[in-house]
């Protein structure tokens, strides 16, 4: 029966709380790993700006999420999965909340659902790498250097690389200077060149110098908090502060490499998002674990809501999963500052006003509460 059935869901963020709130509302019973609290990383470009937004609307307890539930339903386990056995169904975590550092758990499970998501090498607070504690830590140690410092690098013309600069420039770009560098020769590299143009001409406006064809290839820190930055075109940069937004990789360390991508490292799943080549088909992949068709927050809430139903199918009426479906059109929404954006449905221009109303505005914070109350799911 099901009530005897346990679904581990490992991350609590974007794709995990909502694969838990849509099975929970089904009368399931999952553990739930590794933070504390709900991270709304998308808002992250702006919280660096000091005063900005605050800690509390940053960053909700997972706990709050969960309250409303029968605590017999459910377990919250906060520690980080360290390693995977999907032929014996067992996760082992890290426990985090033991006074013993070392403490370790094993995980039966009946389904496994991977929402580890992706991480940020450096140390950015872009995503949430570490416990509440640090990544607080992190946030307020970079808005306070980000006050401080004359001249910011942002490296990475990217989406969030091009956010942050657009943040930065927003508040300061008439009393620090800021610079974006690109590694190639647009902003937002794979858009249509028109869209990087409009980019570019936005960041313009914030007084944002965009410097092209400048991939980082060492990065120095002095004592006194000085940065030079070594390029492979041989040009050395200086700054007093350099925040990096390149180079995401997958969560997935704790998953055997066979399962994985050998290249990128991402998991393989199939139609159903299944992870590929699992005996059973019992364990399922979300989000930016997965990166397909790329990493964003609407991908994974399609996913999430597939996976959800998938599951309860299979648990509750031991019937076929169906595929799993993406949104109808791709959006892509780059907020340029507090003013502005740039974006596209499908191949169609977004007019400035249309995605600062959409997401600039907010940086999608509203939807906090709908992760917390469960609405989302
Ligand atoms: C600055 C920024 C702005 C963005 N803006 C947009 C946007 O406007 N539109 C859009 O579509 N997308 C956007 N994205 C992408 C979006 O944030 C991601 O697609 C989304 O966060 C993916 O959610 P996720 O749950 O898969 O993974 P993540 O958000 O990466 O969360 C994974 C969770 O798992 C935890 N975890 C990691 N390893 C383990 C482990 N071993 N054990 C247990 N837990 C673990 C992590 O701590 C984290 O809590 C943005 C991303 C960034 C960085």
């Given at each position: ?32 790993l590794?933070?504390t609290?709900f ?5 992250s ?7 900005q ?9 997972l706990?709050?999420?969960?309250q ?9 386990v906060i520690?980080?999965?360290?390693s995977s ?10 426990l985090?909340?033991?006074?013993a550092d ?14 580890t998501?992706?991480r940020?090498?450096n140390d ?8 509440y ?9 970079t808005?306070s250097?980000?006050?401080?410092a004359d001249?910011i ?5 990217g ?14 770009g ?6 974006l ?7 937002l ?6 869209l ?11 007084n ?9 290839k060492?990065?120095?820190?002095s ?12 040009q ?8 990096p937004t ?5 969560n997935?360390?704790?998953v055997?490499t066979?399962?994985l991508?050998?290249?990128?490292k991402?998991v ?5 998002l299944?992870v590929?080549g699992v005996p059973?088909n ?12 790329r ?24 019937k076929?999963?169906?595929p799993?479906k993406g949104?109808?059109v ?6 340029v ?6 974006g596209?449905?499908g191949s169609?221009?977004l007019?400035s006003?249309?995605?600062?109303l959409?997401?600039g ?7 906090v ?5 469960g609405?989302?799911?």
């Open positions: 029966m099901a009530d005897n059935k346990t679904v581990v869901i490992l991350g609590g963020s974007l794709g995990g709380l909502h694969v838990a709130h849509a099975l929970l509302k089904k009368h399931q019973q999952y553990p739930n590794r933070n609290h991270y709304w990383n998308i808002a470009v702006r919280a660096i700006i000091p005063g937004i605050p800690d509390q609307k940053m960053l909700r307890e706990s709050e999420a969960l409303p539930y029968p605590s017999n339903m459910y377990e919250l520690g980080e999965a360290i056995d999907f032929t014996a169904k067992t996760v082992k975590v890290q985090s909340n033991s006074a070392a403490q370790t758990r094993e995980i039966v499970y009946d389904h496994l659902v991977l929402a998501g992706a940020y090498t950015t607070p872009w995503k949430a790498n570490s416990d504690q640090s990544l607080i830590k992190l946030l307020h140690e808005a250097r980000v006050e401080k001249h690098i942002v490296a990475g013309a989406a969030t690389g091009v956010e942050v600069a657009g943040e930065l420039g927003y508040e300061y008439k009393t620090k200077t800021i610079t560098l690109a590694s190639g020769q647009h902003v590299p794979g858009e249509q060149e028109s990087s143009t409009a980019t570019e001409n936005e960041l313009k406006k914030l944002v110098t965009v410097q092209k064809g400048a991939r980082v060492d990065v120095a820190r004592a006194d908090d000085k940065y030079t930055i070594q390029l492979e075109n041989g050395n940069l200086e700054c007093n502060l350099y925040l390149q180079g995401m990789v997958p997935s360390d704790y055997d066979k399962h991508d050998p290249k990128t991402t393989l799943v199939d139609e159903f299944h590929t059973g019992n364990v399922w992949a979300v989000g930016d674990i997965v990166s397909k068709p990493a964003g927050f609407m991908i994974t809430q399609k996913q999430a809501s597939s996976v959800a139903k998938n599951v309860e199918l299979s648990l509750l009426q031991s076929e999963p169906v799993a949104p109808p791709d959006i892509l929404a780059c907020a500052g507090r003013g502005r954006g740039v596209r449905m169609i221009r007019p006003f249309g995605v600062w959409a997401k505005r907010t940086l999608g914070m509203q939807l509460d709908q992760y917390i109350s609405s989302i799911a």
